[in-house]
């Protein structure tokens, strides 16, 4: 079974990811008496291993896979996490990358095949956080450090 077999079958992915989410939080009580530095030096390498075959991950420590249709949007050149920029070519391809499919476009296809998840698209990523840079994310889930926004900063639908 090929990587792309998987990485084009998003709905198949989230249910793995929902697993391991619903595993990882009740695991929590557990992983907090261990302590999380403890936690994380276990959990660091595969993580970085399993991400980076299936998604190509660029350890941000601060995963928004689920919310981006299976697709981390750290690939895209400018690190977008909101959507496209106004570069995307006609022909669906990226500007800065011509030979590659523009990231947004690849994770909106995927996101429509995802019904736990997919809806999340829409959501407004705060800006990504590079102290978090080669942390893991999923002990930065259960900590709640990747939910920390800059002081001052509002998401977008909020603004008056
Ligand atoms: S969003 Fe961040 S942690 Fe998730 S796959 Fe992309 S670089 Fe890795």
């Excluded at 450090?145 to 509002?154: A, Q, S, T």
Aim: with cysteine.
């Amino acid at each position: 079974m090929g990587l792309d077999f998987l990485r084009n079958r998003p709905h198949l992915i989230e249910q793995v990811y929902a697993l391991a989410e619903k595993t990882a939080w009740s695991l929590n009580p557990l992983a907090k008496k261990i302590g999380y530095a403890r936690v994380e030096r276990l959990i660091k390498v595969p993580e970085d291993i399993a991400k980076e075959v299936f998604f190509d991950c660029q350890r941000c420590g601060q995963c928004v896979l689920h919310s981006t249709g299976m697709t981390c949007p750290m690939t895209c050149p400018k690190n977008l996490r909101n959507g496209p920029c106004g570069g995307v070519r006609a022909n669906g391809h990226c500007e800065v990358k011509p030979e590659m499919r523009c990231v947004w476009n690849v994770a909106y296809e995927r996101s429509l095949q995802m019904p736990v998840y997919g809806h999340e698209l829409i959501d407004i990523q705060p800006p990504v956080n590079r102290r978090l840079e080669d942390t893991s994310a999923w002990v930065n889930m259960l900590t709640g450090v990747d939910k920390e926004v800059p002081p001052g900063w509002i998401p977008i639908s909020e603004v008056k």
